[in-house]
C-alpha cells in the first residue's frame, strides 16, 4: 500500500502543578476530551471488541487456507484504538481548517493485508480514514533531524532489535537519514501543532499515549507524534 511510511532498518527495507485531571475533565468514563468532544471508553470497548470478534484462534480461519505472503490476523491494543481515534478527529478538524481534502482511500482489502487487520471490523474502516487524511496533509519542506532526534530513532530501532547491536549510533543515524525520516519529521510537525490546538487531554490510564507517523520493517514506531500529557497519574471518577 503506497501510503504506508516505513523506515528502513540497517539490514531491511520496508515498502511500506496538579497531578490529576482538571475538574472539569476529571471524569473516568471518558478516555479522551477533545475541544469540546468526548471519546468516551464505552466507544474505545466498542471499537475493540468488534475486531477481536472478527479475529478468529490462531490469525485465521481453521478452514483457511492463507496465502503465503497473507498477514496473520491480529487485533490493536486498547492504546492503538484511543490513539487512532484521537488522531482521525484531529486529521479531520485539520482537513476542515486548512481547506484540504483526504486522499481516496485505499481499498479496504489492501488496508487489511498491509496491516493484518480484518477488513470487516470497524478499527480497519476507522484506520483507512486516518490513513487517507494523512496522506492529504500537504507536507511542507522535509525537516532535517536534529541530532537528538536521530539517537531517539536509532534507539527505538535498537530497542525494537532492528539495528544490529555492534552498529555504532553515529553509523546507524546517518544510515536511517534520508528522504523517507525528513518527510516523516515534517509530517510530525503539523500533526503535533495540530494537536497542541485541538485542546486535549488524555485519561491518565493511556499516558503516554503516542501516534507514530512513521514506523520500521516490524511495524514497530520509529518516530511518534506525542499525544496530551504524558503523566501517568490516578483517574479522578467524576460521580
Same mark, same amino acid.
Not at 471508553?41 to 475486531?51: K, N, R, Y
Given at each position: $500500500?503506497?501510503? @504506508?511510511?516505513?523506515?528502513?532498518?540497517?539490514?531491511?527495507?520496508? *515498502?511500506?502543578?496538579?497531578?490529576? =485531571?482538571?475538574?472539569? %475533565?476529571?471524569? +473516568?468514563?471518558?478516555?479522551?476530551?477533545?475541544?469540546?468532544?468526548?471519546?468516551?471508553?464505552?466507544? *474505545?470497548?466498542?471499537?475493540?471488541?468488534?475486531?477481536?470478534?472478527?479475529?478468529? !484462534?490462531?490469525?485465521?480461519?481453521?478452514?483457511?487456507?492463507?496465502?503465503?505472503? &497473507?498477514?496473520?490476523?491480529?487485533?490493536?491494543?486498547?492504546?492503538?484504538?484511543?490513539?487512532?481515534?484521537?488522531?482521525?478527529?484531529?486529521?479531520?478538524?485539520?482537513?476542515?481548517?486548512?481547506?484540504?481534502? !483526504?486522499?481516496?482511500?485505499?481499498?479496504?482489502?489492501?488496508? @487489511?493485508? &498491509?496491516?493484518?487487520?480484518?477488513?470487516?471490523? /470497524?478499527?480497519?474502516?476507522?484506520?483507512?480514514?486516518?490513513?487517507?487524511?494523512?496522506?492529504?496533509? !500537504?507536507?511542507?519542506?522535509? *525537516?532535517?533531524?536534529?541530532?537528538?532526534? =536521530?539517537?531517539?530513532?536509532?534507539? %527505538?530501532?535498537?530497542?525494537?532489535? *532492528?539495528?544490529?547491536?555492534?552498529?555504532?549510533?553515529?553509523? @546507524?543515524?546517518?544510515?536511517?537519514?534520508?528522504?523517507?525520516? /525528513? /518527510?516523516?519529521?515534517? $509530517? /510530525?510537525?503539523?500533526?503535533?501543532?495540530?494537536?497542541? +490546538?485541538?485542546?486535549?487531554?488524555?485519561?491518565?490510564?493511556?499516558?503516554?499515549?503516542?501516534?507514530?507517523?512513521?514506523?520500521?520493517?516490524?511495524?514497530?514506531?520509529?518516530?511518534?507524534?506525542?499525544?496530551?500529557?504524558?503523566?501517568?497519574?490516578?483517574?479522578?471518577? @467524576?460521580?
Amino acid at each position: $500500500m503506497q501510503r @504506508a511510511r516505513r523506515l528502513a532498518s540497517i539490514a531491511v527495507i520496508a *515498502v511500506l502543578g496538579t497531578t490529576v =485531571l482538571s475538574a472539569c %475533565r476529571s471524569d +473516568s468514563s471518558v478516555a479522551v476530551y477533545l475541544g469540546d468532544k468526548k471519546i468516551t471508553e464505552d466507544e *474505545v470497548t466498542s471499537v475493540l471488541d468488534d475486531v477481536r470478534s472478527k479475529v478468529p !484462534p490462531g490469525g485465521h480461519a481453521p478452514s483457511a487456507t492463507p496465502a503465503p505472503d &497473507a498477514p496473520e490476523l491480529k487485533a490493536p491494543t486498547r492504546a492503538q484504538v484511543v490513539g487512532t481515534l484521537v488522531m482521525r478527529e484531529v486529521c479531520l478538524k485539520l482537513a476542515a481548517d486548512k481547506g484540504f481534502k !483526504p486522499s481516496e482511500q485505499a481499498p479496504i482489502e489492501e488496508v @487489511a493485508r &498491509a496491516t493484518g487487520l480484518p477488513a470487516d471490523s /470497524r478499527y480497519a474502516r476507522l484506520f483507512s480514514e486516518l490513513d487517507a487524511c494523512r496522506a492529504g496533509i !500537504p507536507v511542507s519542506q522535509p *525537516v532535517t533531524p536534529t541530532q537528538e532526534e =536521530l539517537l531517539d530513532v536509532v534507539a %527505538r530501532g535498537r530497542a525494537a532489535g *532492528v539495528i544490529p547491536p555492534d552498529a555504532k549510533d553515529g553509523e @546507524a543515524g546517518q544510515q536511517l537519514d534520508g528522504d523517507v525520516l /525528513r /518527510r516523516a519529521l515534517a $509530517m /510530525r510537525n503539523t500533526l503535533t501543532e495540530a494537536l497542541e +490546538s485541538s485542546d486535549v487531554t488524555v485519561n491518565p490510564r493511556y499516558r503516554p499515549l503516542e501516534y507514530p507517523v512513521l514506523t520500521f520493517s516490524d511495524s514497530s514506531p520509529a518516530l511518534v507524534v506525542p499525544i496530551g500529557q504524558s503523566g501517568a497519574d490516578t483517574v479522578v471518577d @467524576a460521580r
